[in-house]
């Protein structure tokens, strides 16, 4: 009999396969971005707009909060108290205490270890880096509460030297922020959390507001109307990436366990939005994940509502060969890629090129690099990251460029810098050398 998943399983050999992997393409990317001119768009404009006015700003975020969330509060609430803070760490449960404490070490090591800016380490005389001063992050609160996305953005920030951490997340507990975020902010020495969020959080961001100082860059996972109102305001603040909604792709051969792959889909897909792809050259693994799907998204809670994200935003593809699948994978440049094709794993991430990150072997899920093992689980989304990079520490900080030439120096460059601004014909750039010759 017939089952609704059945359309997910596509053959890359039949003479329609092309079409049916850009129409994968193009529900990736719609799952991110906003057609200019939508109505969805126009909307954004409208918030963006209002709350720019900075008169009018705080009421603006007011009545955003009550119009989406259902909240209603006045803009002395919008901060959390550092007492409700220091109430959500003292109450949260000591083992997820201790959990998020080793998470935040692990992170903290990973960032350490890969930060460029130390200045201990920069032997280079001709380039400074310098923290940025105060950055905005934007950790999601809709479909689930995300304490860890507090660790992946702040911990990073932190090892960079960042002075000033400010944290919106939307009032979706009780008309507050979940005490497990609250905690993780209290343990980081975060102290500046409000309780919005939206498109409204990241204008607040941006432009600031009676009670809201804005900030220099905005960072962190979230939905379509927060990541395009960071593409929005770009340019006046800088941005991590595209980062949202979540998504996997999966390169397996018949080596991989099925049922394990189908977890790893579902882990992704449950976010709703979520995407969830497997790219393999076995037809039989493509049927026995299939089945697994079938049988493992009935036992989740919201099992109505991963099949509708399943059938839109998932797909397992059957290629003719595994290079096909690489090529392929490349183009698809996905969030998390999971590779399980036994001891010939690495040689494919190898031969990688676009990943926000890869998960190498039958024993690397999402969730690991969600949690646990230190690189930032904040990745570009939507096919971008065939150009923007995961979250880490090098992102919050700015290089500036230090050139200093003596009066021989000079001399010896003058003719080829005089040479380069005439044929430019920029005659104040050349006099500008010219009359250091002449003294």
């Given amino acids: 009999m017939p089952h609704e998943l059945d359309k997910i399983l596509i053959s890359a050999s039949g003479p329609e396969w092309h079409e049916k992997i850009r129409e994968i393409h193009a529900k990736v990317k719609r799952a991110t971005y906003f057609e200019d001119g939508s109505e969805e768009d126009n909307q954004l404009n409208e918030i963006l707009r209002k709350v720019r006015e900075r008169r009018g700003a705080n009421s603006a975020i007011v009545d955003y909060t009550n119009r989406f969330d259902k909240v209603q ?3 002395q609430q919008f901060r959390i108290s550092e007492a409700d803070l220091e109430k959500a760490h003292t109450e949260i449960n000591k083992e997820l205490l201790e959990s998020i404490q080793q998470a935040i070490k692990n992170v903290r090591k990973y960032q350490t270890e890969i930060f460029i800016g130390n200045k201990k380490e920069n032997k280079h005389p001709r380039i400074k880096y310098t923290s940025i001063k105060r950055i ?29 951490i400010a944290i919106v997340s939307p009032p979706r507990y009780n ?9 993780v902010c209290y343990e980081l020495g975060i102290e500046e959390v409000y309780r919005i969020g939206g498109a409204q959080a990241v204008a607040a961001f941006w432009r600031g507001t009676q009670t809201i100082k804005p900030v220099n860059k905005i960072v962190g996972p979230g939905n379509q109307w927060v990541q395009m109102a960071k593409r929005k305001v770009f ?69 109505e509502e991963t099949i509708k994200c399943l059938k839109y935003f998932g797909g397992i593809v059957v290629f003719v060969n ?3 699948v690489i090529t392929q994978a490349n183009f698809f440049a996905a969030e998390h890629l999971e590779i399980q094709c036994g001891e010939e794993s690495r040689d494919i991430a190898d031969k990688i090129e676009n990943a926000g990150a890869t998960f190498i072997g039958d024993y690397s899920p999402v969730a690991v690099g969600d949690y646990w093992a230190g690189p930032s689980h904040t990745l570009p989304t939507g096919m971008t990251a065939k150009f923007f990079s995961a979250l880490s520490a090098n992102d919050f900080i700015k290089s500036t460029s230090i050139i200093e030439y003596d009066q ?14 005439e044929i430019e014909g920029l005659d104040a750039h050349a006099k500008s050398v010219k009359i250091r010759q002449q003294s």
């Avoid at 021989?408 to 601004?421: G, N, P, Q, V, Y």
């Fill in 73 to 75: 509060l006045t803009p």
């Fill in 136 to 164: 905005g992050i934007c950790v999601p609160g809709a479909s689930a509460p995300l304490p860890s996305t507090v660790v992946m953005t702040a911990v990073p920030a932190q090892v960079a030297g960042v002075e000033e």
């Fill in 175 to 183: 008309g507050s922020i979940h005490p497990v975020i609250l905690a």
């Fill in 235 to 303: 340019g006046v603040v800088d941005i991590d990436s595209i980062a949202g909604p979540s998504g996997v792709l999966i390169i397996a051969d018949g080596r991989a366990n099925p049922a394990w792959i189908a977890a790893d889909m579902l882990s992704q897909v449950e976010h709703a939005p979520g995407s969830g792809f497997v790219f393999t050259d076995s037809q039989k693994l493509a049927d026995e994940v299939l089945e697994e799907l079938k049988k493992q998204v009935n036992q989740l809670d919201r099992a």
């Fill in 322 to 324: 595994i290079d096909e």
């Fill in 408 to 421: 021989k120096k000079l001399a010896e460059s003058a003719e080829d810098i005089i040479r380069l601004a």
